[in-house]
């Protein structure tokens, strides 16, 4: 056997090796919905799935509301023992913002939200998982799969988990323990937006070759507890406009949980201009409005955290399968943005997947035509426009979205997506918009503050898993033409620009605060910055999130 991305196969390093029929990799709603629903079919497979995470759920950040009729599908008694959080929706509201109020708006249909249930997909994951493993499914959280295995033509055999006990110099420390390799006939890659193993695969086997450049959001989520007097259980409020200019695509949710609790949060397209441009704190400022303030005030931060949302759509779909393995869930993109929705998408094409191999005898081969002409895609391809439109600008994106959903996405054309770290502005080059800012008094104070509440832990003296190819063009090119917009975009002040007595200015990584967003890994100008996995275990510890 030989491995790909630069893995010795004549290394003296001696390996356990685990071998099954499938492994998944991911323990998000995709990879466990995929595992359910293939020994539901076939109970004699043997199935594992690897979480790099500390415990299920403990990396899984979403809105979320969930359509359920792919839930039902798989789990069709679930309503009698549901997720620990689970509300029914019951009254939606859209709104405009402007710096002091607002203009509330019709839903828009696709926002609809009745008959949906509003979830924290963490602890929906934390749910599901032992209703795998009921059925034989194995699986493995703090196994942080670091690289793909493959045979002497190339196809995936499976994943080698990352090697405990690594120092940040790269010698073993007193505990070190080599990775295991789990090898197996098919590998289904369910690592949700910007997995980093699928980012490699893509390239390898050129899966993008027919698609658009993927797009990308980030994601910035918080978990307050107030007095439940102020919560109505079941009601979602989304907004636009205010404090995103009309340039920069954003907006907000909030969702009224049970028992006192409220889910809010904000997204930023990445496709976003301004190099000035702070996705954490547009949030901030935004739960410092006059709408949103006194909802909070008084009340506790329970939990905080970011994640990379997927946005490109139809157009931007790769190939979803290559020998040996299939890609599933947000990893192939299958978000609808309109919808502001992905979990019943995870969850379809998890099953699908599972049908596929079964009735295939675990070949991967027309994985790819069978989700293409599924349910699944026939919803993409009529909202293919809508997210495109909004790079021309709100006001065109607006009237474009009315367009696509009067013809029911039936335009004889498809907008195109380029690539987010393309879009960004040089210093100099773009309008400085007016930001119109408010004085913030909420929690948290700063990044850093933020961080504490995502309950991140990294070992300290382990390699940096935030590999800059080139740091010399951080302290040079990027500071003259784009002002080191990592030290902005990245939710957790993981980038800093510092002064070295000895070099100079020089560019720190501060891997310990990383939530693994993945945003440096999609935004930065220069596609320096590769987002690799930390030892197992290591990352945000998400509280209901």
Not at 23 to 47: C, D, H, M, T, Y
Not at 81 to 90: D, E, G, L, W
Not at 97 to 122: D, E, Q, W, Y
Not at 492 to 510: F, M
Request: glycine fraction near 10%.
């Amino acid at each position: 056997m030989s491995e790909a991305h630069g893995t010795d196969v004549d290394t003296p390093i001696e390996r356990d090796v685990m071998e099954y029929d499938v492994v998944a990799v991911g323990a998000g709603p995709a990879g466990l919905s995929f595992a359910i629903r293939l020994k539901q079919l076939n109970p004699e497979l043997s199935v594992c799935v690897i979480e790099k995470a500390s415990t299920i759920g403990a990396h899984i950040l979403s809105g979320a509301v969930i359509e359920t009729g792919p839930l039902d599908a798989l789990l069709p008694g679930w309503r009698d023992n549901p997720p620990p959080i689970c509300v029914p929706a019951t009254d939606d509201e859209f709104w405009l913002l402007s710096k002091t109020g607002g203009r509330k708006l019709p839903v828009p249909p696709g926002m609809n939200n009745h008959g949906n249930v509003i979830v924290s997909l963490g602890a929906m994951c934390a749910w599901l998982a032992p209703q795998a493993e009921a059925l034989g499914v194995e699986i493995y959280p703090g196994f942080a799969a670091s690289e793909t295995l493959h045979d002497a033509d190339g196809r995936v055999v499976g994943v080698r988990i990352g090697d405990m006990g690594v120092a940040k110099d790269g010698s073993h420390k007193p505990g070190y323990t080599a990775g295991i390799d789990i090898r197996a006939k098919v590998t289904v890659l369910a690592e949700g937006a910007r997995g980093h193993l699928t980012k490699r695969l893509i390239r390898q086997f050129k899966l993008d070759a027919d698609s658009d450049p993927q797009g990308y959001s980030i994601g910035i989520k918080e978990l307050w507890q107030v007095p439940e007097e102020r919560v109505c259980p079941g009601k979602i409020v989304h907004s636009f406009g205010w404090p995103a200019d009309s340039h920069t695509y954003g907006g907000s949710f909030l969702y009224h949980l049970d028992k006192g609790r409220i889910a809010l949060g904000y997204v930023s397209g990445l496709d976003y201009k301004d190099p000035d441009y702070k996705p954490w704190e547009a949030f901030q400022q935004w739960k410092n409005h006059p709408m949103v303030k006194p909802l909070l005030e008084g009340g506790n931060l329970v939990s905080a955290g970011a994640r990379a949302i997927v946005t490109g759509g139809w157009q931007s779909l790769p190939k979803v399968e290559m020998p040996g393995a299939l890609l599933i869930g947000d990893t192939a993109g299958l978000l609808n943005v309109p919808k502001v929705k992905g979990t019943h998408q995870a969850i379809r094409s998890g099953m699908l997947a599972a049908e596929h191999l079964v009735a295939s005898q675990l070949a991967p081969e027309g994985f790819d035509a069978k989700l293409r002409g599924s349910e699944a895609m026939a919803e993409l391809r009529k909202v293919r426009n809508i997210k495109p439109g909004f790079k021309r600008g709100l006001w065109m994106g607006m009237l474009n979205a009315a367009w696509e959903t009067i013809t029911g996405g039936h335009s004889p054309w498809t907008l195109k997506n380029k690539p987010d770290w393309s879009s960004l502005d040089k210093l100099g080059e773009h309008e400085q918009p007016r930001r119109d800012y408010l004085d913030r008094t909420l929690a948290p104070r700063d990044r850093l503050a933020g961080v504490y509440f995502a309950a991140t832990e990294h070992d300290e003296d382990q390699p940096v898993h935030l590999k800059v190819h080139d740091t010399s063009v951080c302290v040079t090119r990027c500071t003259q033409e784009y002002g080191n917009p990592c030290t902005r975009f990245c939710p957790a002040g993981v980038y800093e620009i510092v002064e070295d007595e000895a070099q100079g200015k020089r560019l720190q990584i501060n891997a310990a605060n990383c939530v693994h967003c993945k945003t440096c890994d999609i935004k930065d100008p220069y596609q320096i910055i590769d987002w690799v996995t930390p030892e197992g275990g290591a990352g945000p510890n998400y509280q209901n999130l």
